[in-house]
């Protein structure tokens, strides 16, 4: 089942909503139902911006950082140092979500959620940061209930600021060394899924890392458990910019804002996201399928088809800007294109 | 198998140009392969245009219109009509095609290959008609052997021309009620499919009209056979704009122009370019698999995989204007991103 069918099927004024929508798109000169999931993402973005006539306004594109206790004890096959440095990279241009996001439109920002560095001051560059990285939770939980507290509020008070920009539609991208284990850990707190069944190369562990990273997350749930709570989940294994991630999400699903879900880490957030609120993800767009193992459990677990699926496994929110043209397509076909009647075309017999 | 991975394997220069193109794209900020069919991609545009510093420029959609004499005798829900309506509609910018190309900075350009109407002269069209229609190949071959020879040479020749107009890049679509027909007999006369398993809905049939239109299809085997040879098939079966779209295929990979194939019908005219040219296809993206009855076992029979899978089957060169931006993201990544030296980026230990 595809997100776009199951968006708040029980409001009456979104019931008219929806097939006012649909009366529109089947109007176009088309065959009817001929552009597939281009017209459910049609219908879907009208709803979110309860109109029949959506827009999409000073897209955005935000990749929440932070860094995590548990990298230095070989939980990613990179070094810690590589958050800061990609963080710049992120910011000077060369990485390949700068890349992706200026050929799609989108505005590059980064939070801080939580890098282990003072990193300088940059205007696309938004300072949230919590703490200086996590603490590895094979030791003890990743963060304390306040400071869980803070990132999900400033991540919901970010998506609220960009709201107030102007911004209707934003891509989440995340960086954070080590922050695929955390994804894992939690997946596997809020589904039911083993936790070997959502452990995956990350950064692109061999088959000896892939093993010592699964056994390290043993560990860790041996030390904190599997809470079913998802702030008593974030506590234990993080990271910051996941809990503010989850914030983000559910900040601009309050403000009707169209979310551009990334991949598995992302999604990890969008899972908590979830449990706090259960209608929460009633604005996301799920961009596309990861290569990382775990991602096709988290998409089942809320009943989800990403709109892609091109073997992506690299994070930064490279899959919600591969995924933004195509929204941006499902709102124009529903504004731009003519109906048989204005174009004077005959319809099917 | 990835159409990406087949390119002219044989040729030492080309076997040394794909090595440096894989290394400059494994130097890049993101670990080794996570950025998946993209990375395939911008080697196949590197090789396609035998550099490591791939571009494009001038990208073009073209979509090539003809009539079908069989499309009276209800082969298609629509009538026939509605192709020039729809020609219009492509020039005035009210179609979907019309609509995507705008918002993905592709020139639209219509071709008249063989409209059944005297269509008025306007700068996005380009007269090639051969006649106004082919004849009903429920009666007599769709059209003659100098008439198919005509349409190849056109196709070629056309995309000779926006080559030396500076497009290193064409999207290739149709209009032609009736087409998704022809395209059926070709498929089963290109590849070892049974007509039953690539007949399909078009522009919507329901179960009676497709039941009818199969019916029709097994009458126009029983008359004109099963050839095997491309020009002979085209020549019984048609259309005009099938076989346009096989020159242009030709033509295109001669001046090597990265070439953008739609569906179903996009993609019979590039099973009939291979049987034509055996190596007309390094060139080609396949942009989507097609919701059509068929388009699967064409692709499979070119040992291609499209880049997306959204349940479309509108035509028009939908589906390639859809996957536009993903060739351009490949093209971005090669020449854009910064390598890790560059960044100043650790590496994986």
């Known amino acids: 089942v595809a997100r776009e069918h199951i968006v708040t099927e029980s409001i009456p004024e979104e019931l008219d909503l929806?097939?006012?929508?649909?009366?529109?798109?089947?109007?176009?000169t088309k065959p009817l139902g001929s552009l597939g999931r281009l017209e459910a993402l049609a219908v879907q973005a009208g709803i979110v911006q309860r109109t029949t006539r959506p827009s999409i306004v000073a897209p955005r594109l935000a990749v929440f950082a932070g860094d995590h206790g548990a990298a230095d004890a070989g939980v990613s096959p990179y070094p810690k140092e590589v958050t800061r440095q990609m963080v710049r990279n992120f910011l000077t241009g060369g990485?390949?979500?700068?890349?992706?996001?200026?050929?799609?439109?989108?505005?590059?920002?980064?939070?801080?959620?939580?890098?282990?560095?003072?990193?300088e001051p940059h205007p696309r560059l938004v300072d949230a940061k919590i703490a200086r990285g996590t603490r590895s939770y094979l030791e003890a939980p990743a963060m304390d209930h306040e400071e869980c507290e803070r990132a999900l509020e400033r991540g919901a008070a970010l998506a609220g600021r960009w709201a107030d920009e102007g911004?209707?539609?934003?891509?989440?991208?995340?960086m954070g060394?080590?922050?695929?284990?955390?994804?894992?850990?939690?997946?596997?707190?809020?589904?039911?899924?083993?936790?070997e069944s959502v452990t995956g190369r990350g950064g692109g562990h061999d088959d000896r890392g892939l093993a010592r990273k699964y056994e390290l997350l043993v560990q860790a749930v041996?030390?904190?458990?599997?809470?079913?709570?998802?702030?008593?989940?974030?506590v234990e294994y993080g990271g910051f910019e996941i809990a503010m991630l989850a914030g983000a999400i559910l900040g601009a699903a309050r403000r009707r804002m169209i979310i551009l879900v990334d991949g598995f880490i992302v999604t990890a957030a969008a899972l908590?996201?979830?449990?706090?609120?259960?209608?929460?993800?009633?604005?996301?767009?799920?961009?596309?399928?990861?290569?990382?193992?775990?991602?096709r459990i988290q998409c089942e677990a809320l009943g989800v088809a990403p709109l892609l699926d091109l073997g992506l496994r690299l994070?930064?929110?490279?899959?919600?800007?591969?995924?933004?043209?195509?929204?941006?397509?499902?709102?124009?076909?529903?504004?731009?294109?003519?109906?048989?009647?204005?174009?004077?075309?005959?319809?099917?017999?």
Chains 1, 2 share one sequence.
């Open 222 to 234: 041996s030390r904190g458990g599997r809470p079913r709570d998802p702030r008593r989940a974030l």
């Open 18 to 28: 929806r097939e006012a929508l649909q009366r529109a798109i089947d109007s176009k």
């Open 177 to 195: 060394i080590g922050n695929t284990a955390s994804a894992s850990l939690l997946t596997h707190c809020l589904t039911d899924a083993p936790l």
């Open 167 to 174: 911004c209707n539609c934003i891509g989440l991208g995340e």
């Open 315 to 349: 994070g930064e929110g490279s899959g919600a800007a591969l995924a933004f043209p195509l929204v941006q397509a499902a709102v124009d076909i529903l504004c731009d294109m003519a109906s048989f009647e204005s174009a004077g075309v005959s319809t099917a017999t």
């Open 272 to 295: 908590a996201a979830r449990a706090i609120e259960p209608t929460a993800l009633e604005t996301c767009v799920f961009s596309h399928l990861s290569d990382e193992r775990g991602h």
């Open 95 to 119: 990485a390949a979500i700068s890349v992706l996001c200026k050929r799609a439109g989108l505005d590059l920002v980064v939070v801080d959620a939580g890098v282990d560095d003072d990193l």
